[in-house]
């Protein structure tokens, strides 16, 4: 089963990054949180990507044009211009790059890759957010609920620590980063039928997230995969910054590859 990331958006709320690289290239520990991304679905053996690109596509592009080199050890003769590779690190990947246009919005960017996804059902995430997620048991819910999309809904993390004030105006409680107001909201890690793309329509405006889930869920055809784990966006240079601490400290939850 092929996996499509969304990896094409400007990441405006992150521009100290953002401004030289896409998202999906920021880096979490030295390494793109595309490839954190990918190495938690290719831990369940689902190694066949379709990355959607657009901003700077490039960057994505010359990442694993260039893998090899970035990770092995080598020799550079620069009198008879040649390389000699030591010791390989390599992924068992294949990696379709698509440029899915500079501004497309996500429904817009799914749409263009139905040559390449629409005849099986696919996996979709977005590519700036990391989870402890179990990945056959997501395919068994969606399996299981017969419906054309499941989405897994996740519970974040509040923004702000949380404290209660007594009458006086004492703090008797507080708690650093708390479960938010309770709400389920859209963790991405989708799975899709091809069916998908008749609630697609053409255009790269299209915003997946507005009509066609909304019609999906109208027309019964919405699952939702409730995940109770670690999961967190990459929206700021907050959340970079606490992601990248996870991983240095050894406690990155979604590290679920050995």
Known sequence: MKVA???G?????LSEETELKPKPMVEI???PILWHIMKIYSAYGY??????TGYK???IKDFFVNYYQRYSDITIDMVHNSVQVHKTRHEPWTVTMLYTGQDTMTGGRIKRAQEYLGKEPFMLTY???VSDINIPALLESHKASGKTVTMTAVKPLGRFGALRLDGED???SFMEKPQGDGAWINGGFFVCEPEVFDFIPKGDNVIFERAPLENLASSGKLHAYKHTGFWRPMDTLRDKND????WKEGKAPWKIWK
């Open 47 to 52: 190694n066949d990507f379709v990355i959607l």
């Open 9 to 13: 958006g400007l990441g405006t709320r």
């Open 127 to 129: 590519g700036d957010g």
């Open 29 to 31: 520990g030295g390494y």
């Open 57 to 59: 596509s490039h960057v």
């Open 5 to 7: 990331i969304l990896a």
């Open 243 to 246: 992601l990248t601490a996870l």
């Open 170 to 172: 004492n703090i008797t």
